[in-house]
């Protein structure tokens, strides 16, 4: 893989009252969530990581502008300070996901930037699509703050469990230097940072990582903005070999790690014209096997998991109008051979490709919609998909209550993250969900 490196960090002064000063993602937060941060302690880290709402969008350059004065007011002050020896940090996630207990483990160091893709002895290898707005919000802010406030999620092999053996030991040494929660109740993530700072355990943890593919999990915005903005660099001079933005912050988990939890992102569909649940069997029947469901939503999941046993594809089907539920299975075996054939077989196998190739493409927009685009929205759990169907939440690109027809997936599974990556292939928007996220502003990484 590209090596790695421990860094100076930057980071709050006061680990005992750090907990009112993280925050999630700033792709997460609304602009009421930011108020609510800053309202609880004005320190708080958003009012650097995300200086303007709603967040994805390239915002007036004031707001970065202000970003970077407030950053360096708090370095000046004491709020922040910049470590004066390079470190990694061991930093373990607890939390409760789908019923279970996880400890996510993993390494925050830096990572030598280099492009996309396959390279020998180890590339950086995303898995989804990226769109300009967010590229350039994230861009406009590290251009200003020289900094990279937030942590990439980066996966990698580890396929004997050196790294993953090493971090936990870490963890079992000592107590954390730093132990803080994020969230509440049921979403309650508690994040604790072991600091590391000598040579021959950072060299170990180099080592353990030496030759690996890196695959960006979440964060693939960031990625890029931190290869943009070391092309800006570069285009206003020499960029030393050594320069701290030929270095990208990740948080490096392994793929053995028995804490790391992917959860599924259903589809809920309208807007189409139409559309009923009877109009979709029927217009599907030719490309889908369709078995109704008894019991409703709450045993859709189940009855997938038991026909996943056989087929490689199974999805599950909701109507919201009359509540009736169903699983179906494409009929022909390789259903977007035909239609996707450039497309590697790993990627032809997602349930989320037959998703969009297939019932969105084929079935639900040319057949019930007059061709013209369908509804989305992207809810994680079966709460949330009924939710979306009382008008609680708010579908892309609709208003409250446009929902018509769920389409329950299942997770991703890790195996195809790493099949589709390596095959150089972009997976549909949407594909995977890590919980939980990486907390922001545990530590950042100064890039001038």
């Given at each position: 893989m590209p090596q790695v490196f421990p860094f100076t960090a930057i980071q709050y002064t006061d680990f005992t009252a750090i907990g009112t000063k993280i925050a999630p993602p700033y792709d997460v937060l609304s602009a009421k969530d930011k108020q609510a941060l800053l309202?609880?302690?004005?320190?708080?880290?958003?009012?650097?990581?995300?200086?303007?709402?709603?967040?994805?969008?390239?915002?007036?350059?004031?707001?970065?502008?202000?970003?970077?004065?407030?950053?360096?007011?708090?370095?000046?002050?004491?709020?922040l300070a910049r470590r004066g020896k390079p470190v990694m940090f061991a930093y373990r996630?607890?939390?409760?996901?789908?019923?279970?207990?996880?400890?996510?483990?993993?390494?925050?160091?830096?990572?030598?930037?280099?492009p996309f893709g396959p390279r020998t002895g180890g590339g950086i290898l995303p898995h989804e699509?990226?769109?300009?707005?967010?590229?350039?919000?994230?861009?406009?802010?590290?251009?200003?703050?020289?900094?990279?406030?937030?942590?990439?999620?980066g996966l990698h092999p580890d396929d004997d469990g050196a790294a993953t053996k090493l971090v936990r030991s870490v963890m079992d040494s000592r107590d954390p230097d730093i132990s803080t929660t994020l969230g509440e109740g049921p979403k309650l993530v508690t994040e604790e940072v072991w600091i590391i700072d000598d040579d021959e355990t950072m060299k170990a943890y180099?080592?353990?990582?030496?030759?690996?593919?890196?695959?960006?999990?979440?964060?693939?915005?960031?990625?890029?903005?931190?290869?943009?903005?070391?092309?800006?660099?570069?285009?206003?001079?020499?960029?030393?070999?050594?320069?701290?933005?030929?270095?990208?912050?990740?948080?490096?988990?392994s793929m053995s790690d028995p804490g790391l939890a992917i959860g599924p992102t259903h589809r809920v569909l309208g807007g189409m014209a139409h559309y009923t649940f009877d109009a979709?069997?029927?217009?599907?029947?030719?490309?889908?096997?369709?078995?109704?469901?008894?019991?409703?939503?709450?045993?859709?999941?189940?009855?997938?998991?038991?026909?996943?046993?056989?087929?490689?594809?199974?999805?599950?089907?909701?109507?919201?109008?009359?509540?009736?539920?169903?699983?179906?299975?494409?009929?022909?075996?390789?259903p977007l051979q035909a239609t996707c054939a450039n497309r590697h077989e790993s990627w032809r196998q997602l349930d989320v490709a037959l998703v969009q190739h297939l019932i969105v493409e084929q079935i639900c927009a040319p057949k019930l919609?007059?061709?013209?685009?369908?509804?989305?929205?992207?809810?994680?759990?079966?709460?949330?998909?009924?939710?979306?169907?009382?008008?609680?939440?708010?579908?892309?690109?609709?208003?409250?209550?446009?929902?018509?027809?769920?389409?329950?997936?299942?997770?991703?599974?890790?195996?195809?993250?790493?099949?589709?990556?390596?095959a150089n292939e972009l997976m549909p928007q949407k594909s995977t969900f890590f919980y939980p996220k990486l907390a922001t502003g545990l530590f950042m990484n100064p890039l001038a």
């Open positions: 309202h609880r302690d004005a320190r708080n880290i958003v009012a650097i990581d995300l200086p303007h709402v709603p967040p994805k969008q390239l915002g007036p350059i004031e707001a970065y502008q202000d970003a970077a004065t407030t950053l360096q007011l708090w370095l000046s002050d004491g709020t996630q607890s939390f409760d996901f789908l019923g279970q207990h996880y400890q996510r483990c993993g390494m925050c160091c830096t990572v030598e930037t280099v699509q990226t769109f300009s707005g967010p590229k350039e919000d994230r861009f406009a802010l590290m251009r200003e703050t020289q900094t990279q406030m937030s942590p990439i999620f180099e080592d353990a990582l030496d030759g690996e593919d890196v695959f960006i999990a979440d964060g693939h915005h960031r990625y890029n903005t931190a290869l943009n903005y070391l092309e800006y660099l570069k285009q206003a001079g020499d960029v030393a070999e050594d320069h701290p933005a030929r270095r990208t912050m990740m948080v490096m988990v979709f069997c029927d217009t599907a029947k030719d490309l889908l096997s369709i078995e109704t469901v008894s019991g409703g939503i709450d045993s859709i999941e189940a009855a997938m998991h038991s026909k996943g046993e056989t087929h490689v594809n199974v999805l599950g089907l909701y109507d919201f109008a009359t509540q009736r539920a169903a699983i179906c299975t494409p009929r022909d075996p390789d919609n007059d061709g013209n685009d369908v509804k989305w929205a992207f809810p994680h759990s079966i709460p949330e998909v009924l939710e979306i169907g009382e008008g609680s939440e708010t579908g892309a690109g609709g208003g409250a209550g446009f929902a018509q027809l769920a389409v329950i997936v299942r997770p991703t599974p890790l195996q195809s993250v790493r099949d589709v990556s390596k």
